[in-house]
């Protein structure tokens, strides 16, 4: 009889994997998992920070790829995910998520982009640019591929996130974070916390380095105080329902990606 | 010539030791410029100011293969006097003739103040060599020209050989003594205002008393940014060095509307310091009957037929 | 060289060449005494009872007596529009609409001068602008967006657009008129109806406008007008049935509006303050990038949210820079709106005056070098002097704080990682200029600058197919173009809102 090793769940910033700083945990289907404090949202927000600029440097086509290989280790631990989330169809999803998100990549700049045809002698056109760093609200159910969904579309056109996972079902979370460790996606690109949901999705509205927030909390008293901790920093929200699927994710994408993006119109005149 | 001459010491700083930059134009902003300030509208006191200025400007010219004596002579009784009717519309700046018309013209317009203008230098490509420029111009300086309006051998400018087109200018200037010398960018040919700024230092460079825009044989000729250009490179020079050089648009300004935006123009880059005779011409044949025709509406009130004005 | 003869060039010389006052006749104006909300397509008494004067900046001359809704007006001007959106507008065949917003366009480029001249008159800025700028651009973005109305399925293809309903619209003080324009024609295009409220200090070409909509025959309640001040604002942005909350103005406002919707299912833009970076580069051609400068700057007294109030010179050409542009600036003539000679007209407001006043001396104590041109202030109105301040520090309150003014803070930078770095280092992000003659470098400039609009080689170009909006805390959403289509709409299988 041998006695199981068993697994510490801990945070994941900056492309590590530290111990909440408050020192506290909660306990969730037997295992501890750790309790971020503010503290820890403003770290994770300052690696996120540090992190974008080179993520949104790369070439698009190699995002698409990094996420690509993403659903190639979550296809790779199939097992593991079906346990932790709700069973093999919804890792499936997941996974389908991560592959569809991975060939917009390099499509939604000139999806989202235009030149535009301005009158006297000058060249106009618009680019769409990732905002900087998303915080995403994760909701309870289902606890992988929601998260992916909102995840995906966030991070594929350059920026950084920070996620509070869900509060009562962390694991899937926390061991995606594990696969993300293992990926190709740059440390600090994606950042994620657990801990108590309401307490660190108001400390990510109300951070000025925050530019977007994602709340899929599906929590309507908690998405009114995010609008307006998010005021104070004009930060973008966009509350998304908390039922997800593939076919959710893919439904109008063009939503989600724009709720992440900035567009820069440029001029320039035309003479010789 | 025998060796190409060295540029001053890189041409990036042509006026050595103070030379501004030769730096670039906008053609977008510069034009858009130029259009503003032509929607300026003037006092009527200034516009007579301006009008009777337009007159005391023009080099009124004729460079015809058909030029004679008595087309010079004639021409010159209007240089003296525009405006028969009229005595206190005053002479003209200059008469600006071939060199082979400089004696007749010399003899008219002496004693009244009217100057002698001549083309120089294989007018109007300057195709020719060097040595037969440098000559054409010492030869008109002799033949009793006050000023001397040379061209740039715009060949030897778009080829590079910046080096050659200074080096000209500087022969003809010490070729010319005393005399006056404008020297001819012909724009129409540059391009690009870049060019024309480029060529506007050089020719500062080599010594020009005067730049100016056009020979009047190619279009277009004179415009408002190309001026403006010009002005603006001249405002340079003279914040490094205090060198004050003269600005000639020629060619295609007919009419005194275009006169008097040419002089806001003016008045807006240098100020009222260069409005004069001095430091800023008009070449041209047609544009003093039209001056007069204004100057006449502002006395009068009222516009007359352009039969009363000669067509010299 | 022989001096040139001199003697025959005696005429008087005026002391001067000096420009006409070329006035734009008023009379082309007709203002009633009094004017109350157009509501369901008609003047309406205001239920709240309150009227104040629209006074000209330029005279304190007041020029008309307009309302200032209430709770009950704004809420009758909603119910108007939600009418008018249920019940005909929403159903109308898209072609149709887009012929009521070109009829608007066509209406509004015959009665130009009309508008230029009250513009002019309300607000305080010069005709020139107003001829030049606001109205032709006012007219286009009527054109160009009634072309979309019928086509909303080819610029979001597979996503069903549907308009979103009543729109709450609230536009600043500083273009009155085209900020109108960018808030209506997208609206309208998408198939929604309006409530706007136009600033309290310019009211006046949002109520002429109602003459156009009229002539237009645009059907009642689609747009209506609600004239009043920051607390008609409030009462709109909060009220229940408007389904889309959009604000241009300043980014403490915009804030308040954000907190004032939070919670609830309305979609909201904002188009708040900035205070840009204008970059020259030691390369750049000078004399354009100078008059780049002025028209960042001096643009309609400085009241423009992307005006380029930061300069920043690379220090090798610092004092030439600085040379050309205070030479420049003892050009600009500044007085009578309504002279077409004017390049800047009245100060908006007593109170941003004062706020620009209270600005220019913090500069000054802070250590910053001031510099005004020589020029004549008339002695009634409200007036600013084109101001320039150099030895300016990244902290110091003027190259911090929106002024929104004419009063440009110069800093200097040595290379283009610090050019970037300093005009980064702002809470805004609404626009940016550049001027440099190497390409690579302009291409690198506008992809590090953080702002929604970058100017190369130029400043302060709009047009209505071009998106205009913020980054930051200057806001988000864009107006103009095909991007500026989609706050006006929902698309079908969405399954997020935007929220406040």
Redesign the interface.
Known sequence: MRLPVNKTYKLYVGGEFPRSESGRSYEVDGANIARASKKDVRDAVRAARAAFPGWAGKAAMNRGQVLYRVAEIMEGRRAQFAELAGGQSEVDEAVDTWVWYAGWADKLAQVLGSSNPVAGQYFNFTVPEPTGVVGIVAPEEPPLAALVERLAPAIVGGNAAVVVAAERRPLAAVTLAEALATSDVPGGVVNLLSGRRAELAEALAAHPGVNAIVDASGDEALGAEIDKLAAESVTRVRHASATASYGDATADPLSRLEAVTELKTAWHPVGA | MAQAPALPRGFELPLEPRLPRVGSVDQVAVEERAGMLARRSIKRESKLFALDLAVRMTDLTTLEGADTPGKIAALAAKAVRPDPADATVPSVAAVCVYPNLVPFAREKVDGTGVKVASVATAFPAGQSPTDIKVEDARRAAEAGADEIDMVIDRGAFLSGNYAKVYEEVRLVKEAVGDAHLKVILETGELGTYDNVRRASLLAIAGGADFIKTSTGKIQPAATLPVTLVMLEAVRDVHDETGRKVGVKPAGGIRQAKQAVQHLVLVHETLGTEWLTPDLFRFGASTLLNDVLLQIRKEKTGRYQSPDYFTLD | ??E??????R????S?????P?PEARDIVSLDERYGLFIGGEFVEARSGEYHASVSPASEEPLAEVAYAGAEDVDLAVGAARDAFENGWSDLPAGERAKYLFRIARVLQERAREFAVLESLDGGKPI?ESRDVDLPLAA?HFFYYAGWADKLEYA?PN?SPRPVGVAGQVIPWNFPLLMLAWKVAPALAAGNTVVLKPAETTPLTALLFCDVLRQAELPPGVVNIVTGDGRTGAELVKHPRIDKVAFTGS?EV???I??A???TPKKLT?E?GGKAANVIFD??????AV??IVNGIYFNQGHVCCAGSRLLVQESIYE?VI?KLKRRMA?LRVGDPLD??TDIGAINSKAQLDKIAELVRAGEEEGAEVYQPPCRLPERGWWFAPTVFTNVAQSYRIAQEEIFGPVLSVLTFRTPDEAVEKANNT?YGLSAGVWT?KGSR?LSM?QRLR????????YN?F?P?????G??????G?EG???GL?PYLD??????????
């Not at chain 3, 005429?11 to 005026?14: A, F, I, L, T, Y």
Request: proline share 6%; aromatic share 12%.
């Open positions: 060289m022989t040139i003869e001199r003697k025959q060039y005429s008087p010389v005026p001067a060449f000096e420009y006409a070329a020139r286009a979001f996503r980014t915009g804030k308040e954000q907190r919707v939070a919670g904002l708040l390369d750049a051609p000078l004399d354009q008059e780049g030439p040379a050009t077409k000679n809470a003659e302009i506008a702002a929604g609009v970058v100017w190369a080689n130029t170009r047009d197919s071009a998106p205009f909006g980054y930051k805390e200057s806001g988000f864009r173009g095909l991007h989609e698309f079908e299988g969405k399954a997020d809102t935007f929220g406040g």
